[in-house]
């Protein structure tokens, strides 16, 4: 059991330190400033996005383009941290969840399956977060005990020699 803690340490750091890059690079890029990146972004999947999906995109995302764009890098920031801190960990791979959701929509489920890495991913943010990843090596274990409501939230178990006797 030990062994796969420290696999899954690992495997979420790694997931970390991806989403740190792809978050400073769109910081560098100027999406935190700017609606223009994410809008050359999406523009080119609108006609492959899901159908139920290509409203929200042509009447949400778009007109509201500079929003849009500072809550994806703040959330890829947010999933990056999350993950190589190992802090809350399940609230950050649940985050992760919606922001690779989203991408897959954009892109259409179809034409992610041809080579496309966002499969791959979302099905990873829901082992990290599943799988409690930040309790070896993280933060989530020393805040579960010592904050036991953010227990949920870590994936911190009760321990047996802390339950009371009556």
């Known amino acids: 059991m ?4 420290y ?6 750091i790694a997931y970390g330190l991806y989403m740190l890059n792809e978050a400073r690079r769109k910081t560098a890029d100027g999406w935190l400033t700017s609606g223009t990146r994410l809008a050359e972004a999406v523009q080119p999947h609108l006609a492959s996005a899901e ?4 409203p929200f995109l042509t009447d949400v995302v778009l007109p509201n383009a500079a929003t849009c764009s500072l809550l994806v890098v703040i959330g890829e920031w947010a999933v990056a941290l999350s993950l190589i801190l190992g802090l809350l960990t399940r609230l950050g791979s649940a985050l992760g969840v919606v922001l ?4 897959l929509l954009m892109k259409g489920v179809a034409s992610a399956l041809n080579g496309d890495d966002t499969w791959l991913f979302l099905v990873g943010f829901l082992g990290l977060g599943l799988g ?16 036991p409501v953010a227990r949920p939230l870590t994936g911190g178990a009760r321990r047996p020699d802390t339950a009371s006797v009556d």
């Open 132 to 147: 409690a990843a930040g309790l070896v090596w993280g933060l989530d274990g020393p805040l579960a005990r010592v904050a």
């Open 51 to 54: 159908a139920l999906y290509r």
């Open 100 to 103: 690779l959701a989203n991408y």
């Open 2 to 5: 030990a062994a796969a803690g």
């Open 7 to 12: 696999g899954l340490a690992l495997f979420r």
